[in-house]
């Protein structure tokens, strides 16, 4: 489908993974390191919704501290958000990752509730440099 598409690099690496990646957009946010993110720490505290439900996993990806500072330190505005998705007792995201980019993180993400995360970026407004919005989508129950 994008074969003729200057503007986009598809590529699939040794796991399968498929990646789509329009040329322009800046990958510097996901491209931070993150030191650790355990799920198993989470679940503890917040209980086992936590680790069933996309939306819980994907804020708590995000609220890392190092995605935070480099959100703060360039600049960055996020699209607020208003998540609407039921949880399920299957599966869950469990586990620890250490040293791991944002996008290594979402992945993992992914992989476990069987779906596909995208990454958008738009023109700063209100004193941001940029806006960005991360989503995922389910492609199974």
């Known amino acids: 489908m994008f074969a003729k598409d200057e503007d986009m690099q598809v590529t699939q690496e040794p796991d399968g993974t498929v990646r ?9 946010l996901l491209n931070v390191k993150i030191e650790r993110l355990s799920f198993d720490d989470e679940r503890k505290k917040d209980g086992p919704i936590f680790s069933s439900s ?12 190092e995605v935070e500072s480099f959100i703060k330190g360039h600049n960055i505005g996020r699209e607020p958000r208003i998540v609407n998705e039921p949880t399920t007792t299957e599966p869950h995201v469990l586990g620890e990752l ?5 996008s290594q993180a979402l992945d993992y993400m992914a992989k476990a509730f069987g779906g596909l995360w995208v990454y958008k970026e738009c023109p ?11 989503d995922f989508h389910r492609y199974r129950e």
């Open 124 to 134: 700063g407004n209100k004193g941001k440099e940029r806006i960005v919005d991360l």
């Open 20 to 28: 789509m990646v329009e040329k322009a957009v800046p990958q510097d």
């Open 98 to 102: 250490n040293n791991v980019t944002l």
């Open 54 to 65: 996309p939306p819980a996993v994907l804020w708590f990806i995000t609220q890392a501290p």
